[in-house]
């Protein structure tokens, strides 16, 4: 006759063995989650300074030979004071943002000229940067989403495209500001820093002043920054400033 004398798990043994992977992972998911959270963030700053570098890189180049043919591309307004007078200090500086991307995905090569040669620039330095696919979207741009209610994701939901960028950049081809947003996160690099919000209500800083950019993420903003702030303005070929975003 067979032996059926087989021993299994007792009621008391299985419960202190769920008891102690119970215990584990109160104690490994936490850090799993943490250090997930790390890379993706890490990823998103790395994305970033490649994106500074790519843009820096072939706009110095770009400004050295063509400078007098790219003067267009500088129409924006950047206050560097508080105020309502016409006469407050401001900085003219150029622009890049999803609305540029778009002309450039949808414009025959060859046809661009003032400040969307200098985006198709920019672009096609993005293109050559990255392998990933950058959806077009719609011709919105991404300053006008702004807010708690009208952020960083109800743009990518409603414009049905994967990023938001916005970059600031001056007459020598030095960045200023870079706002990237994707995968849930929004970096922002300004005054040598990059700053990372990964709120769900994290939003493009749009006519805010930039001492937002810090606080938003619970951070200490210079106080410099709570003076400066990209207009909805931008320079016209008469010289006079109309509405931009």
Not at 58 to 63: A, G, K, Q, R, V
Request: hydrophobic share 35%.
């Amino acid at each position: 006759m067979k032996n059926n004398n087989k021993k299994g798990f007792t009621l008391v043994e299985l419960s202190v063995v769920i008891c102690i992977v119970g215990i584990l992972s109160c104690l490994l998911v936490p850090n799993l989650i943490s250090f997930i959270k790390k890379a993706k963030i890490a990823a998103a700053i790395a994305d970033t300074k490649t994106i500074k570098t790519s843009i820096e890189s072939s706009l110095t180049d770009h400004l050295v030979i063509n400078y007098g043919e790219s003067t267009a591309a500088f129409n924006k307004v950047l206050y560097l004071e508080q105020g309502n007078n016409k006469n407050r200090k401001y900085e003219i500086v150029g622009c890049f943002t999803n609305y540029s991307w778009n002309v450039y995905k949808t414009s025959k090569p060859g046809t661009s000229t003032g400040s969307q040669a200098i985006d198709r620039l920019i672009a096609g330095q993005l293109d050559a940067t990255f392998s990933e696919s950058w959806e077009k979207g719609k011709k919105v741009n991404p300053l006008s989403y702004n807010s708690d209610t009208k952020n960083c994701a109800k743009y990518l939901k409603d414009n049905n495209t994967n990023f938001g960028l916005v970059v600031v950049y001056n007459n020598t081809g030095e960045v200023r500001m870079i706002q990237l947003y994707r995968k849930g996160i929004l970096v922002t690099y300004v005054n040598g820093e990059y700053i990372v919000n990964t709120s769900s209500k994290a939003h493009f800083i749009g006519t805010g002043t930039w001492d937002k950019i810090y606080t938003d993420s619970k951070k200490q903003s210079p106080d410099s920054f709570y003076n400066i702030n990209l207009s909805n303005k931008q320079i016209g070929s008469d010289g006079n400033m109309g509405g931009w975003y």
